[in-house]
């Protein structure tokens, strides 16, 4: 009997684990600074138009 | 004012859910009905010849009782939590454990032993042969309490979080296969006419034993944790 | 204080864990990498194929050491939980919450594995098998830490109720365990399942050590990244996890 069909199936259920495990993370990362650097340009846009409001308020 | 004690504690703890529960007696009822809803599926579903319904029978008991046990514990922390007594009840001068057993206890005799007693009835409807019905309610006067305790410090953990019935449910189910081997395991074992059966109540009365001491011990950590 | 243990308070510390991190987790994929090419290509090139099961074996050099990573990623993120809710370690909130997908995947990838194996053993491809209900049962335990973890909204608060559902697990794995194998015992009578692993031949062991080294090795990797990412979005108010995005002031 052929064990190579699942051999093969279990070897690409492995692989496509491992690649899952290595980039979800990383896109998650990358995903975290862009968050942290739109909050700190929406940050520094509130404190901005704050401070060119205040002489006229 | 009156010395605090526990068992005055446990008394007026006792009393107070006793008659939470009797002023909705109506709501009391449900798992009750559920259960025997949930075992006359089962002759809608496979047909009712005894045989098949006597071979599957306390496997069906036990699940209808576990499912129900599963649906009634969002109501064991869940009116405290709104009205704040729970927070009270952490306040309180007695051990936090201590009240949770009280409750759990209390939880217990108005939705499982309802289920327990009316059992032997249930089993009727599914032909289970009368020499198991002793295995049966003991299986299940030993097992239910266990769910009940096992199902609290689940529970205290979800208590925070608002719509948890299914999550809840999720989070318990793991924890009572044990209860569910060794409970419906020792009627099948009976049923077989293996010496097993002895020795799975006995496990089960250990692990009740331990669940007595342990579980609101776990439950009240888990509380202080939910509300912190 | 020594040195050590000023090194290991230090790491607590957010922004210098984020280093650590940044440092050791591609030390831990390579490592890992390596050591299973090493492994999986002796599984499959080099050791004889087994007289009785023909090549399907070659399944168990990553069904076994799947299986052990799933047990030690639970044990190990309870012992983080642990730590975490008696010393209030933010860090090892964060660690214990990472552990949990990646125990989750490694119990699945074990489940897929050893259905996989059994198809051509059993002739289907599940068979209730004590240990592979086991292991779904662990799964369940593993998606219930993560799902609990989700449910609330205070990351904080989420991972120490996550944390303290993963310690009862812990605790109650055992019994479950006891349980299957009764269960099974009662029920498939004197059929006993053996999946021939005791039996082999030390020669054909030294792929399965390689396996088992070089998970965990990958296991330290994916922690490392993805507590970095969680510590990182936890933090994300704060000055150092701005620098550490690249915001210029």
Redesign the interface.
């Known amino acids: 009997m052929s064990y190579l069909e699942y051999v093969i199936g279990a070897y690409a259920v492995f692989a496509l684990y491992l690649a899952w495990d290595f980039w979800a993370p990383r896109l998650r990362l990358s995903r975290t600074r862009r968050e942290i650097a739109a909050r700190a340009r929406r940050e520094a846009a509130r404190a901005a138009t704050a401070a060119g409001k205040e002489p006229s308020a | 004012m009156s010395a605090v004690s526990a068992w005055s504690t446990a008394r007026a703890q006792a009393r107070r859910d006793l008659q939470l529960v009797w002023r909705r007696r109506g709501d009391a009822a449900q798992p009750l009905l559920f259960t025997v809803m949930v075992v006359a599926l089962f002759p809608m579903a496979l047909g009712a010849e005894p045989n098949q319904l006597a071979r599957i029978a306390p496997a069906v008991l036990w699940v209808a009782v576990l499912l129900a046990g599963l649906l009634t514990l969002d109501s064991l922390y869940r009116s405290d939590v709104e009205d704040g007594s729970l927070e009270q009840m952490l306040l309180a001068p007695v051990p936090l454990a201590w009240l949770l057993l009280v409750r759990v206890l209390v939880h217990w005799a108005t939705t499982a032993l309802p289920l327990v007693l009316v059992s032997p009835l249930l089993a009727e409807f599914l032909y289970l042969p009368r020499e198991l019905l002793p295995v049966l309610l003991v299986s299940l006067a030993l097992g239910t309490p266990l769910l009940s305790l096992l199902g609290a410090?689940?529970a205290a953990?979800?208590v925070?979080?608002r719509r948890?019935g299914m999550?809840l449910a999720?989070?318990a189910?793991?924890?009572f296969?044990?209860v569910l081997?060794?409970g419906a395991?020792s009627v099948?074992?009976a049923a077989?006419g293996?010496s097993?059966w002895a020795g799975?109540l006995l496990l089960l009365g250990a692990?009740l034993a331990l669940a007595l001491v342990l579980a609101p011990l776990?439950a009240a950590?888990?509380i202080r944790?939910?509300l912190? | 204080m020594n040195r050590l243990l000023l090194w290991f308070h230090q790491l607590g510390s957010p922004p210098v864990f984020d280093r650590f991190a940044a440092r050791w987790t591609p030390w831990g994929f390579g490592l890992g990498l390596v050591g299973m090419a090493i492994g999986l290509y002796g599984a499959l090139f080099v050791v004889p194929a087994d007289y009785q099961q023909g090549d399907s074996f070659r399944i168990l050099y990553i069904h076994v050491p799947a299986a052990w990573m799933s047990l030690m990623v639970y044990a190990l993120m309870a012992v983080y939980a642990a730590i975490a809710?008696i010393w209030h370690i933010k860090l090892c909130e964060v660690l214990a919450m990472a552990c949990a997908p990646i125990g989750a995947w490694f119990t699945a990838v074990t489940l897929a594995t050893g259905s996989i194996w059994g198809r051509p053993m059993w002739g289907t491809w599940w068979d209730w098998d004590p240990r592979l209900t086991s292991e779904l049962?662990l799964l369940?335990?593993y998606?219930?830490v993560i799902?609990?973890n989700a449910?609330?909204e205070d990351r904080r608060?989420a991972a120490?109720?996550a944390g303290?559902?993963a310690i009862?697990?812990v605790v109650?794995l055992p019994?479950?365990r006891?349980?299957?194998e009764?269960?099974n015992s009662?029920?498939q009578g004197a059929t006993i399942r053996m999946f021939g692993e005791d039996a082999m031949d030390p020669s054909m062991k030294w792929p399965l050590w390689v396996m088992i080294i070089a998970t965990k090795a990958w296991f330290v990797g994916s922690l490392l990244q993805r507590a970095r990412a969680d510590n990182l979005a936890r933090e994300a108010g704060k000055d150092w996890a701005r620098a550490a995005a690249g915001v210029e002031k």
């Open positions: 410090v689940v953990l979800t925070g979080i948890s999550l999720l989070l189910l793991p924890l296969l044990p081997v060794f395991g099948m074992a077989q293996l097993s799975a692990g776990a950590a888990a944790i939910a912190s | 809710l049962v369940f335990l998606l219930g799902g609990l449910a609330i608060a120490r109720a303290f559902l009862v697990g109650l019994i479950i006891y349980s299957v009764w269960w009662l029920h």
